[in-house]
C-alpha cells in the first residue's frame, strides 16, 4: 500500500469517528475542519492517552482535505507522510499533534486558511510549519 493510500484509509477512520460520535459529517470541506476541531475541543481530554495515534488519524484527514481542496499530493520524506502543496512540503501530521496537545490556539481550519493563501500567493515560507 502506498503512502496516499494508508493515508485516506486512516482519513476515513476519522470520517467515521467524527459521525459516531455525534452525528457530525466530514465532507474534506473547509467548514468539516471547523467541524472536527470544534470536535477535539468537546471530546479530547487536555492531556491525551495517545496524542500520537490521535494526530495520525486527524492528521490524514486534515491532510487528504488538503489534497482534494489545495491539488496536493501525499509524499513520503524521510519516511513520514508529507503533503507536497506547490512548492511547499508540509507536515499535517504534526499540525494535528500541535492541535491535539496544545489547544484551539492551532486551528485546524486557520492552518487550511493560511496554506491556501500561501499557495495562491506563490511564496515560498519555511514558517508554515508553526502557523
Known amino acids: ?21 455525534d452525528g457530525g459529517l466530514l465532507d474534506f470541506s473547509l467548514s468539516s475542519l471547523e467541524e472536527l476541531d470544534r470536535l477535539i475541543s468537546r471530546d479530547v481530554a ?3 492517552a495517545e496524542p500520537e495515534m490521535l494526530a495520525e488519524v486527524i492528521g490524514a484527514y486534515l ?3 488538503m489534497a482534494r481542496r489545495l491539488g496536493a499530493r501525499w509524499i513520503e520524506e524521510d519516511g513520514k507522510p508529507m503533503l507536497d502543496v506547490a ?40 514558517g508554515l510549519e508553526d502557523a
Not at 500500500?1 to 460520535?21: C, P, S, T
Not at 512540503?89 to 486558511?113: I, K, M, N
Request: aromatic share 6%; net charge positive; hydrophobic share 35%.
Open 63 to 65: 491532510g487528504e482535505t
Open 87 to 126: 512548492t511547499l512540503h508540509l507536515d499535517p501530521l504534526r499540525q494535528a499533534y500541535l492541535r491535539v496537545t496544545q489547544g484551539e490556539g492551532r486551528s485546524l481550519a486557520a492552518y487550511f486558511r493560511t496554506v491556501e493563501r500561501t499557495k495562491e500567493s506563490g511564496t515560498q515560507t519555511g
Open 46 to 48: 487536555k492531556e491525551p
Open 1 to 21: 500500500m502506498d503512502i496516499a493510500d494508508r493515508m485516506k484509509g486512516l482519513a476515513f477512520i476519522q470520517v467515521r469517528a467524527a459521525r459516531e460520535a
